[in-house]
């Protein structure tokens, strides 16, 4: 994530806002400070107070001992975490500074945090996991109801061709039936799994595609691991882009 710089103090030529942002100044005439703001002066890199940001990690630090920065309410003696609705008070007069409005004036954009995808893609990959182990349990029926019809076929066809071993016809008869309920019984049962591991499998990732999407746009991330995933910077979505947490 990049990392921002922002020294703020009072304007010496107009007491407004000045701000000095990765070595650009910039200004805000709408603002004007009280003399218990200090300075800026780029050329010696002072200012009242430095705000540093690193994704949804912003601090800020009083820089001149001469005055104060209130933050909640509250003196602060170094450096100290904030977000955008904290209350920023700089100065003995405590003059109140918006910080929202501040970073989103440098284009600031506060990250997306997709943690809690982790929880969705680990659900996902074990439902998953379930299913087709169920739909190979089925696969594996299947095969054994092949070899049954294909030992009680030898059983029919045996006694033909070694004499030597007689099989009385109804037992044989008894056999030829017993495969064919079972072909039909296990074909039928088949066919059910493979249906209801289709309709399964379509209901999964139909859920998944609702859960593992940008909580910003709702842009669906697709069937990326999420080890995977905590490698994008960014939302693939071009008409989103915004800077993921993860």
Same mark, same amino acid.
């Given at each position: 994530?990049? !990392?921002?710089?922002?020294?703020?103090?009072?304007?010496?030529?107009?007491? #407004?806002?000045?701000?000095?942002? *990765?070595?650009?100044?910039?200004?805000?005439?709408? $603002?004007?400070?009280?003399?218990?703001?200090?300075?800026?002066?780029?050329?010696?890199?002072? =200012?009242?107070?430095?705000?540093?940001?690193?994704?949804?990690?912003?601090?800020? /630090?009083? @820089?001149?001992?001469?005055?104060?920065?209130?933050?909640?309410?509250?003196?602060?003696?170094?450096?100290?975490?904030?977000?955008?609705?904290? $209350?920023?008070? @700089?100065?003995? *007069?405590?003059?109140?500074?918006?910080?929202?409005?501040?970073?989103?004036?440098?284009?600031?954009?506060? &990250?997306?945090?997709?943690?809690?995808?982790?929880?969705?893609?680990?659900?996902?990959?074990? =439902?998953?996991?379930?299913?087709?182990?169920?739909?190979?349990?089925?696969?594996?029926?299947?095969?054994?109801?092949?070899?049954?019809?294909? =030992?009680?076929? @030898?059983?029919?066809?045996?006694?033909?061709?070694?004499?030597?071993?007689?099989?009385?016809? /109804?037992?044989?008869?008894?056999?030829? $039936?017993?495969?064919?309920?079972?072909?039909?019984? !296990?074909?039928?049962?088949?066919?059910?799994? *493979?249906?209801?591991?289709? $309709?399964?499998?379509?209901?999964?990732?139909?859920? !998944?595609?609702?859960?593992?999407?940008?909580?910003?746009?709702?842009?669906?991330?697709?069937?990326?691991?999420?080890?995977?995933?905590?490698?994008?910077?960014? #939302? &693939?979505? &071009?008409?989103?882009?915004? &800077?993921? *947490?993860?």
């Amino acid at each position: 994530m990049k !990392f921002m710089e922002i020294l703020i103090g009072r304007d010496p030529d107009t007491n #407004c806002l000045a701000l000095l942002v *990765d070595g650009k100044r910039g200004k805000d005439s709408t $603002i004007i400070f009280p003399n218990s703001v200090s300075r800026l002066k780029p050329e010696k890199n002072t =200012a009242h107070c430095r705000i540093s940001v690193k994704g949804n990690d912003i601090r800020i /630090m009083n @820089l001149n001992s001469h005055n104060v920065t209130y933050v909640d309410g509250e003196e602060i003696k170094s450096s100290k975490k904030i977000d955008l609705h904290s $209350i920023i008070e @700089l100065g003995a *007069d405590q003059y109140r500074i918006n910080i929202k409005k501040i970073l989103k004036k440098i284009g600031y954009v506060a &990250p997306v945090s997709i943690k809690h995808l982790k929880r969705v893609w680990e659900r996902y990959d074990r =439902a998953l996991l379930k299913l087709q182990v169920e739909q190979q349990k089925a696969a594996n029926q299947q095969k054994l109801q092949g070899l049954i019809s294909q =030992a009680s076929v @030898l059983c029919v066809i045996i006694p033909s061709v070694i004499p030597s071993i007689p099989i009385p016809g /109804m037992i044989r008869v008894l056999l030829v $039936i017993v495969a064919l309920l079972l072909g039909v019984y !296990f074909y039928i049962k088949g066919t059910k799994t *493979d249906e209801s591991f289709v $309709i399964k499998k379509r209901e999964l990732d139909e859920r !998944f595609k609702d859960d593992y999407v940008c909580p910003k746009c709702g842009y669906f991330f697709g069937f990326i691991p999420y080890d995977n995933l905590m490698y994008k910077k960014n #939302c &693939p979505n &071009p008409n989103c882009n915004a &800077p993921l *947490d993860t």
